[in-house]
């Protein structure tokens, strides 16, 4: 739009019509300007609420989305939480069933070593009692012979007593040996000494008795020794006749033997 005021050629404007002019001039660009202000906020104030809103339902999205995994993550965490007791109460548990495993093992083996002690205990005791039956081989005048372990420790014992000087009980102790134990291997031995206690004691003739079943096993190491003791007997008794004759059968049964040197020295002094 163009707003003028035509003049004449030549003639100059009059006052009133230049400020005429002018006053329309300015109304019409205030009018101008007025609209143009007043469309323009309008418009851009629809705009702005419109951004508004939208931003506030989307913030009120991001919001609510917000909660909802707040909502989310609180309950994952008190599921945690509850797994975590579980656990912990597990492993309580776990810890309690490990402390009494330990402690049963514990009395096990405790119960296990008395059982091993009174296991060796035993055999040691049994082992004792079986080597206190089982029979033993031992020498005995030169021979080997098995005897029973009480056989043996009553020989022994019978003849220490002999050799103590205690006649009476070397006697009885010999004798009731051979009574308990008829078929020993130490038979011969036996009745060798049994003489000589009987000797001791003088009871001669009973000596003479032992000795000859000593002297009658010709292989026994002492058979010449007791032909011997027999004769010594039978000059205790007075008896020569039967001392020169027992000399002499000893002589001619073992006559490499030092009983044979000493019995023919004795035949010549019992002339």
């Given at each position: 739009?163009?707003i ?33 202000a ?13 951004d508004?809103?939208k ?11 917000m ?44 119960e ?36 029973e ?5 009553a ?28 078929a020993?291997g ?6 060798f ?22 002297a ?11 032909l011997?003791?027999v ?41």
């Open positions: 739009m163009r003028g005021v035509a003049l004449q050629p030549g003639t100059a404007p009059e006052p009133q019509c230049v400020a005429r002019g002018a006053w329309r001039l300015a109304t019409m660009a205030g009018l101008a300007l007025f609209v143009a007043a469309s323009m906020p309008a418009h851009a104030a629809i705009f702005a609420d419109d508004a809103r931003a506030i339902v989307e913030l009120r999205q991001r919001v609510t989305q909660d909802v995994r707040a909502q989310s993550q609180a309950e994952e965490l008190q599921a945690l939480r509850k797994a975590l007791l579980d656990l912990n109460g597990q492993l309580d548990q776990l810890r309690g069933e490990l402390a009494n495993s330990r402690g049963a093992q514990e009395q096990l083996t405790r296990l070593s008395e059982l091993q002690r009174k296991q060796r205990d035993l055999l040691a005791v049994t082992d004792e009692r079986v080597r206190r039956l089982e029979p033993v081989k031992v020498t005995v005048d030169g021979r080997e012979i098995t005897v372990p009480q056989e043996r420790k020989y022994d014992d019978a003849v220490a007593l002999l050799r103590s000087g205690d006649f009476n009980a070397a006697a009885g102790a010999l004798s009731a040996f051979l009574r308990r134990w008829p020993t130490y038979a011969e031995s036996a009745q000494w049994l003489g000589n206690a009987l000797y001791g004691k003088r009871d001669y003739k009973e000596a003479i008795a032992a000795f000859r079943v000593t009658a096993a010709a292989e026994h190491p002492r058979a010449a020794e007791a011997l003791a004769a010594n007997c039978q000059a205790e008794m007075k008896d020569n006749k039967a001392a020169r004759a027992t000399l002499n059968e000893l002589m001619k049964a073992h006559p490499g033997s030092e009983a044979a040197k000493a019995a023919k020295e004795r035949l010549a002094a019992l002339r």
